[in-house]
């Protein structure tokens, strides 16, 4: 589906191959590590970049995934064209409200215990 739209996808194998110590907490609350064996299935991963006219990268520390991340910014700049929003809150509202009562407040004392007598 990607290679009929015309996108490239950029695989990443991220880890070792093998076995690799892995933490887990047990019941008790301690910190703990496990040999697990992580099995990274490369060819399917070189196979999805190939078919869509990508590039398959490895990762197996944090650094050398950062380098991937660079160099697949460096490969793809794409211009993305979008529409700008602007979303304005009206306030005038609340001044109009506080306006309104303070000219009651001010008719209703002016007609009673403010009233000027000739």
Do not use: C, H
Not at 34 to 54: F, H, P, S, Y
Not at 64 to 88: C, D, Q, W
């Amino acid at each position: 589906m990607a290679r009929s739209l015309g996108v490239k996808v950029y695989t990443v194998g991220v880890g070792t191959k093998g076995l690799v110590q892995y933490p887990f907490t047990d019941s008790l609350g301690i910190k703990r590590y496990k040999n697990i064996r992580i099995d990274l299935d490369e060819e399917t991963l070189k196979m999805i970049a190939q078919k869509t006219n990508g590039k398959y990268f490895r990762a197996t520390d944090t650094e050398s995934l950062k380098n991937v991340y660079k160099e697949i910014n460096n490969l793809e700049k794409t211009k993305i064209k979008g529409k700008k929003f602007s979303e304005y809150d009206e306030l005038f509202g609340k001044f109009l409200m506080w306006g309104l009562i303070i000219l009651f407040f001010e008719v209703t004392l002016e007609n009673t215990f403010l009233r000027k007598i000739p």
